[in-house]
């Protein structure tokens, strides 16, 4: 951005080195599509009417090349049909900018929290018909245009309501199998990611998926006497 500039005026830019051919969108805006490059880094972006007299080099015309991020896996891979589900991002090259998101279905963009290079997270969205079980693919952006070459499934599932627990009451030492029953017309997703959580603020545990309405998991320690909703 910047100003005097003509509609239909012959603009050229230079990254670094390199000279593309640009357009003026307005007389305060020009676009450029920039060009490769081989490495990483900051590379000055100037502009010229006339391919000689380039404009002045300030600290708000560089920009930062940096290798696409790739994805490997996320965690968890099903989320619940009315959103609010944190997941974790896996892969490669995530940068620390302002703009790094999460794309739902190149369509839906969601800021994302940078955590490392290899690792960022974000709040999955409401499902586009939250009546039914989808699937949608997740992309991610390091500044808002550009995606990941590649994609991974999210698995959206209406949520769960368990409807009865076998045992009812377990040892403070922990240890106890408990089975979960699932209410009628709703089933649990054969996962990996599930859990059973023991409170409100309590610990988490892996759960065992026995089919679409029973799942296991084993009791953690606790006080003596007190009482837990699963």
Same mark, same amino acid.
């Given at each position: ?37 081989? @490495? /990483?880094?900051? $590379? ?5 009417? %006339? !391919?000689? #007299?380039? =404009?002045?080099?300030?600290? *708000? ?70 009546? @039914? /079980?989808?699937? $949608? ?5 390091? %500044? !808002?245009? #550009?995606? =990941?070459?590649?994609?991974? *499934? ?71 006497? /007190?009482?837990?909703?699963?």
């Amino acid at each position: 951005t910047g100003s005097g500039f003509l509609n239909g005026e012959k603009i050229v830019g230079k990254f670094g080195a390199k000279v593309v051919t640009c357009q003026v969108n307005s007389n305060e805006e020009v676009v450029c599509i920039s060009p490769s490059s081989l @490495v /990483s880094g900051s $590379v000055d972006v100037v502009l010229s009417s %006339n !391919g000689a #007299d380039y =404009s002045a080099v300030s600290a *708000s015309s560089s920009f930062v090349y940096y290798s696409a991020p790739a994805l490997s896996g996320i965690s968890p891979k099903v989320a619940s049909v009315s959103g609010n589900t944190v997941i974790e991002v896996y892969g490669n090259n995530f940068a620390p900018f302002p703009e790094v998101s999460c794309v739902f279905d190149n369509e839906v963009v969601v800021s994302a929290t940078y955590h490392r290079s290899t690792l960022v997270s974000c709040l999955v969205p409401e499902a586009v018909d939250p009546s @039914v /079980s989808s699937v $949608v693919q997740l992309s991610v952006t390091n %500044n !808002g245009k #550009d995606l =990941s070459d590649d994609t991974i *499934s999210i698995i959206y599932r209406p949520t769960v309501i368990a409807s009865a627990i076998e045992p009812t009451t377990g040892t403070v030492a922990g240890g106890t199998k408990i089975t979960i029953f699932a209410a009628l017309s709703t089933t649990f997703a054969h996962s990996d990611d599930m859990l059973c959580k023991f409170g409100a603020e309590g610990e988490s545990r892996k759960a065992s998926w026995l089919s679409a309405t029973r799942v296991v998991c084993t009791s953690p320690t606790s006080s003596a006497g /007190s009482a837990l909703p699963v």
